[in-house]
């Protein structure tokens, strides 16, 4: 793929601009990093205004950045109005001895939440006696602590067996409660979608578009690429987003990958139904996209702003759509 001078300026400029005029003042929205138009406003303020979240000492709350698993733990018990200064216990609650969690750290500051987290059988750990507490948590993995921990009644009888995380899905589904940002069950959610199901669950607000079961366990294909944005700092709310031509679906992903095999360390990887797609980037409703201009460089026949499309099939990873390459329409 051939990369331009002129591609890579013409995105700089763009999102420069746009970095500029975005308001992300607190007096526009929750925190610092979220302002009114912003993708999870009106679940930051909801959760906000009930105590739940706070965020990070300098005013943001990062909605975009993964959530390990101590951390989701330590935000749903309080959503559901668990507080250690209020814990009738009678016995030191930090203690970790008896957690039977190896890897778990006695005085650790999450353990008082994995303590009752565990007391409500709302976790359980992993079969190797760990809870791994910095692990970043995946959506089969909160599915079940929020269900359960919200005392959610299953649905959908027929799940397998072995599919363990299925009838906790099935409870979010029905409740409209999976952020369309979420493709597949193993996918690592954010704090931002981590809030968003809180929310939606919490208020009952079943009036968004939602995924599916059937939807998250279908066939997948992959596109795969650097985040190489081409200046200082990659925006945090820059997603990637392929449009099926054919199916009139989207699949956008905030995720990232920090390794040194993307350009910059960051990547992404997009899981999309097999089909043809316009693939570009979005950042706070300005599009940027993948068009015939990148292929053929600076010369006077790259007049041809004409969106590519780019075949996937299951189980196939197409690579190196990337940012840098894009164009601004």
Not at 22 to 29: A, H
Request: hydrophobic share 35%.
């Amino acid at each position: 793929m051939k990369k331009t001078l002129a591609s890579i300026v013409i995105l700089t400029g763009l999102f420069a601009g746009v970095a500029s005029a975005m308001p992300l003042d607190g007096s526009t929205g929750p925190f610092t990093d979220v302002g009114k138009d912003g993708e999870y406003y009106d679940a930051l303020v909801y959760l906000k205004d009930k105590g739940v979240i706070s965020g990070y000492p300098d005013g943001s709350f990062k909605p975009f950045q993964t959530i390990n698993r101590a951390e989701f733990t330590k935000i749903v018990m309080g959503a559901n109005g668990y507080d250690p200064a209020k814990d009738p216990s009678g016995f030191d609650i930090y203690s970790a001895g008896d957690l039977d969690f190896k890897d778990v750290q006695d005085k650790a500051w999450y353990v008082p939440y994995l303590r009752e987290a565990k007391k409500k059988d709302v976790i359980g750990g992993y079969p190797d006696g760990t809870f791994k507490p910095a692990q970043e948590i995946n959506f089969a993995e909160a599915s079940k602590i929020i269900v359960v921990s919200m005392g959610g009644e299953f649905a959908g009888a027929g799940y397998a067996p072995e599919d363990w995380f299925h009838k906790y899905v099935n409870v979010l589904e029905e409740r409209n409660a999976i952020p369309t940002t979420i493709n597949t069950f193993d996918q690592t959610i954010s704090r931002g979608e981590m809030a968003e199901i809180i929310y939606r669950l919490d208020s009952n607000n079943t009036g968004k578009p939602s995924q599916t079961y059937e939807l998250l366990a279908a066939p997948k294909g992959y596109f795969e690429g650097s985040l190489s944005y081409p200046a200082e700092g990659i925006p945090a709310e820059l997603m990637v987003c392929a449009d099926n031509i054919e199916m009139a679906e989207t699949f956008c992903t905030y995720s990232r990958i920090n390794n040194s095999k993307y350009m910059y360390g960051v990547g992404y990887k997009l899981p999309v139904k097999a089909g043809t797609y316009n693939v570009y980037a979005w950042y706070n409703g300005i599009t940027g996209i993948y068009s015939k201009y990148v292929t053929c460089g600076m010369s006077a026949a790259c007049s041809d702003h004409t969106s590519i499309p780019v075949d996937v099939n299951s189980g196939q990873t197409v690579k190196d759509i990337d940012p840098a390459d894009w164009y601004h329409s």
